[in-house]
């Protein structure tokens, strides 16, 4: 029998005087592969930096694997959006997987242990990075600081892997790696995945979430022409021609 | 200058304090290049001011006054900026003159003459006192623990806060030592180059350091010894030209960071074109 690893109840966000998210109900079995979709300033990444703790809640319930508040005692990996982070910073592949590992109390002195050093190549090789080891972050492609992050989260050996838009500013074919990766990666853990890249919902992800401060959809990833123009808030035409992509609409006083 | 260097206490003072300043500028100004709080730092720094003048109004040591006023508005700062709209810019911008505001009010309230501030606004380290060299000391060593002892953890902070707080780590206690530690240096720097050149010792090295180390142990020890370097040239050129030292040590390390950066580019351009015309062949 399946776990429930993520319950959210009447989950809403409030910035100021802004609704980020209202009413969100959403329930993500263990194991499951969960994407979420919305335009700009939906609540995407609200949401997901609700359920790591990481923004304040103004009501409603988030338990994770039956746990109900912070800290929770499941391991959480989360891969954030890159460009919030500074690409400059002096330190090595090698050494920012290695912060996976460090102790959540503030120890003096704290040094990783061998086994742990050890257990950074494992990590890297799964997401093929090993021969990188030793390069400076700066000197990355976006698709390698991606699967670099991600090497980083496994480090914790997460029960379920949080992912804000990984895909962004990726060429094409480190798209498609990270994609792969996290296809394998779901044989062992939770996926939660959030992106505007509709091609990934189509062919990837095993469920579907829409947010648009509300929940418009939660269901198979089977996207049709209502969904999203409710989700968007606008006429959307959905074309396949094997790939999946979307054509909007001219109309009056446009949106998205 | 070594005969004077043995004779006179004043320039011992003068030594021992750039060297102290240099330490903390070093790993702290590392970190506020990294973290981009330039102008966080520049805040705190002319809020001291305030806590000058009321030393100088109460009668109490005004580095002291200093010291307070910067970990007030280092903490007030933070705290203000998390919870407005407007973020941190405006919040520095108003410490900033208001603290300024504060320390011209109760120097013009004091009775009698006004002191001479200047050593304050623009730093003289030619004349240091025994009792201030004791506090560079403490905040030297204080600074050095905590970041030396933690550097790990510092390490994962710096770079990526969020993670931090997945993992656990209490990143609002980190915040705010952090916060903490800033104000404490910019007291030590206070006295070596002043409120209002401060920003340029706590940028210039570690931007230097930047420039040829990436490893971040090494580019704190880097900032640090060329801190050293600015301060004792910027000592030697004010004894020996008979200028204000402040003011040498921030030129000396400002126009070596732009003549760095210039050799650099000039450098980089030569091996593009070197690539270009190797691609031609």
């Given amino acids: 029998m399946t776990k429930t690893a993520i319950h959210v109840e009447d989950l809403s966000v409030i910035y100021d005087q802004t609704v980020a998210l209202e009413g969100v109900c959403l329930d993500v079995e263990e194991g499951e592969y969960l994407g979420i979709i919305g335009p700009n300033g939906g609540g995407k990444t609200t949401f997901l930096k609700a359920l790591l703790g990481l923004t304040k809640i103004s009501s409603g319930k988030i338990e994770i694997f039956g746990q109900c508040g912070q800290p929770f005692k499941a391991p959480l990996g989360y891969v954030p959006q890159f460009s919030g982070l500074n690409k400059a910073f002096p330190m090595t592949v090698e050494e920012v997987v290695l912060t996976g590992f460090i102790s959540s109390a503030v120890k003096p002195f704290f040094k990783y242990s061998k086994a742990q050093k050890e257990a950074v190549k494992d990590f890297l090789q799964k997401v093929g990075m090993l021969n990188l080891a030793g390069r400076q972050i700066g000197s990355l492609s976006g698709g390698e600081f991606q699967r670099m992050l991600i090497a980083r989260a496994l480090a914790v050996r997460p029960k379920i892997l949080f992912l804000d838009e990984p895909t962004a500013s990726v060429d094409a074919r480190s798209r498609e790696d990270i994609y792969q990766l996290l296809k394998e990666l779901n044989k062992e853990m939770t996926i939660i995945l959030v992106t505007h890249d509709l091609l990934a919902i189509s062919s990837h992800v095993g469920r579907l979430a829409c947010l648009n401060s509300k929940l418009v959809y939660h269901g198979e990833p089977q996207l049709n022409e209502k969904i999203v123009t409710q989700l968007y808030g606008c006429p959307v035409d959905l074309i396949a021609h094997g790939v999946p992509h979307r054509v909007l609409k001219d109309h009056e006083g446009g949106c998205c | 200058m070594m005969q004077a260097l043995f004779n006179y206490q004043f320039l011992q003072n003068a030594v021992i304090g750039g060297i102290f300043a240099s330490i903390v500028c070093g790993m702290i100004g590392v970190i506020i290049v990294e973290k981009k709080l330039v102008m966080m730092s520049g805040g705190i720094a002319h809020t001291a001011y305030g806590g000058v003048g009321l030393g100088y109004l109460m009668g109490f040591e005004p580095i002291i006054g200093a010291f307070l006023f910067a970990v007030l508005a280092a903490l007030g700062i933070g705290a203000i900026s998390k919870h407005t709209r407007s973020g941190a ?41 025994r009792s201030e060299l004791l506090m560079m000391f403490l905040i030297t060593l204080l600074v050095s623990i905590a970041v030396i002892a933690f550097f790990n953890h510092w390490k994962v902070f710096l770079f990526d806060q969020e993670f931090a707080g997945i993992l656990g780590i209490k990143i609002a206690w980190l915040d705010n030592i952090l916060l903490i530690l800033i104000a404490m240096t910019v007291v030590a720097l206070i006295r070596v180059v002043g409120i209002i050149l401060v920003i340029a010792l706590l940028t210039a090295p570690a931007a230097i350091a930047a420039m040829f180390t990436t490893n971040l142990a090494k580019r704190m020890t880097s900032a640090a010894l060329l801190g050293i370097f600015f301060c004792l040239f910027g000592i030697y050129l004010s004894y020996q030209l008979n200028i204000a030292s402040g003011a040498a040590i921030v030129l000396l390390s400002g126009c070596t960071y732009f003549l760095l950066y210039l050799l650099k580019r000039i450098r980089a351009k030569k091996s593009l074109g070197r690539a270009g015309s190797g691609k031609n062949l």
Wanted: aromatic residues 14%; hydrophobic residues 55%; charged residues 5%.
């Fill in chain 2, 89 to 129: 810019d405006v919040v520095i911008g108003l410490f900033w003159s208001m603290g300024m505001a504060l320390g011209i009010l109760f120097i013009a309230l004091m009775p009698g003459y006004p002191p001479d501030l200047s050593s304050y606004l623009f730093g003289n380290i030619l004349s240091v006192t």
